[in-house]
């Protein structure tokens, strides 16, 4: 029987894995399907595909399901509209910062209210006085001066002057995160890994001629501004009433309630520095570093050594999981482990390998069009 690509209602626990065909193409799942409602809030590296998530959490059904890298909160999005309840924890403040947006429950009406207030204001004050110019020079932040022009940094500084006169903050401060990102002197093709600001017109791999960096950042902070009124009223008319809880801590260490299930996606090893992708959003925002804290960021690299610290270091994590877990519980966790890093580590955590999936990520996102092949671990309880 023929179903539809993104329709997964038929899922249940009764569903044999063997009848879950997980390896959706580009032209099967392309990024605005990936991207739907909340999930595009803000542009994360390393987030995996939300319907991924959905057929999982269908076919296993747990009451409480924890994500200890909860990242850009893709676990805890699909959980609430399953009405499953759901706790999220990251070591990053930004990652929790953007979770907490996306579950949040919001007067929409009033959402929608305070962001074209500030469109508007922010339009006024860019447009019409020097307050641009002042913050600016009041500005203490090297990076934020050396990766902005001087007049999108003084777009997003009024901006940020304005946050603390609405209720709903949190987005607004995502909003700017998400104009940030896209207003920085970088190309167009490079806005994931910028290793330099880019000062002078360059050829664009992209658009395919002669491009400049950009000196505005009202564009963009309008643009995200309507599109995540957008996004948020789509989501709010599909979440449930089950509750979501965001924890900005270590996952090695903090106490976590009973839960009945584990849904993840943990860092790769040697691939991503998770703080350093939203630099900006920490200077912008004022956040607590917390990279010290990251395991397998890619400033380690990946020698013998980095690896084998990595592999302990995600064992901590599911150790300290095990006494929470039901003992008929599961963990689901999303690899790529093409260095067999993750062989015995179940039994040496207090689980048992049940199975593994393999799927194949066939698609193209930005440059990057590699495929590849990732493996989903299921784990019970032992």
């Given at each position: 029987m023929t179903r539809a690509i993104g329709d997964y209602n038929w899922v249940n626990e009764d569903t044999r894995l063997s009848?879950?065909?997980?390896?959706?193409?580009e032209r099967d799942l392309p990024e605005r399907i990936r991207t739907k409602h909340v999930h595009r809030l803000h542009p994360y590296l390393g987030k995996y595909v939300p319907q991924l998530v959905e057929i999982l959490l269908r076919k296993f059904a747990p009451k409480v399901v924890f994500d200890p890298f909860c990242g850009s909160g893709t676990t805890l999005v699909e959980a609430n509209t399953l009405?499953?309840?759901?706790?999220?924890?990251?070591?990053?403040?930004?990652?929790?910062?953007?979770?907490?947006?996306?579950?949040?429950?919001?007067?929409?009406?009033?959402?929608?209210?305070?962001?074209?207030?500030?469109?508007?204001?922010?339009?006024?004050?860019?447009?019409?006085?020097?307050?641009?110019?002042?913050?600016?020079?009041?500005?203490?932040?090297?990076y934020l001066k050396q990766w902005f022009n001087r007049k999108a940094l003084g777009e997003l500084l009024v901006f940020r002057s304005m946050i603390q006169d609405y209720h709903y903050q949190d987005v607004l401060k995502i909003i700017l995160s998400r104009s940030a990102r896209s207003a920085r002197l970088t190309t167009h093709f490079?806005?994931?890994?910028?290793?330099?600001p880019q000062i002078a017109k360059y050829y664009c791999f992209k658009h395919r001629?002669?491009?400049?960096?950009?000196?505005?950042?009202?564009?963009?902070?309008?643009?995200?501004?309507?599109?995540?009124?957008?996004?948020?009223?789509?989501?709010?008319?599909?979440?449930t009433g089950a509750p979501t809880d965001v924890i900005c801590e270590d996952s090695r260490r903090i106490r976590i309630p009973k839960i009945d299930a584990v849904m993840t996606s943990p860092p790769y090893v040697g691939l991503i520095d998770y703080?350093?992708?939203?630099?900006?959003?920490?200077?912008l925002l004022d956040l607590p570093d917390n990279r010290e804290h990251e395991i397998g960021?890619?400033?380690?690299?990946?020698?013998?050594?980095?690896?084998?610290?990595?592999?302990?270091?995600?064992?901590?994590?599911?150790?300290n999981i095990r006494p929470s877990l039901n003992d008929d519980?599961?963990?689901?966790?999303?690899?790529?482990?093409?260095?067999?890093?993750?062989?015995?580590?179940?039994?040496?955590?207090?689980?048992?390998?049940d199975s593994t999936l393999v799927r194949?990520?066939?698609?193209?996102?930005?440059?990057?069009?590699?495929?590849?092949?990732e493996q989903i671990l299921i784990w019970k309880a032992a």
């Open positions: 009848e879950l065909n997980l390896n959706w193409k009405n499953i309840a759901s706790i999220g924890c990251d070591i990053s403040a930004f990652n929790c910062l953007m979770t907490k947006v996306k579950t949040d429950r919001y007067d929409t009406i009033e959402l929608e209210r305070e962001i074209k207030d500030i469109l508007s204001r922010t339009f006024a004050e860019t447009r019409f006085t020097d307050a641009p110019e002042k913050l600016v020079r009041k500005e203490t932040s090297s490079d806005l994931d890994f910028p290793k330099r001629r002669t491009c400049r960096p950009t000196s505005d950042a009202f564009e963009f902070i309008r643009r995200y501004g309507l599109d995540t009124i957008r996004r948020i009223q789509e989501f709010s008319r599909i979440r703080h350093e992708q939203h630099r900006y959003a920490y200077e960021p890619a400033s380690r690299g990946t020698s013998k050594l980095a690896r084998q610290r990595y592999i302990e270091e995600i064992g901590s994590v599911f150790k519980g599961i963990a689901i966790i999303v690899v790529h482990d093409k260095s067999d890093l993750y062989s015995g580590l179940a039994e040496e955590t207090g689980f048992r390998v194949n990520v066939n698609r193209r996102t930005g440059r990057r069009s590699s495929e590849f092949f």
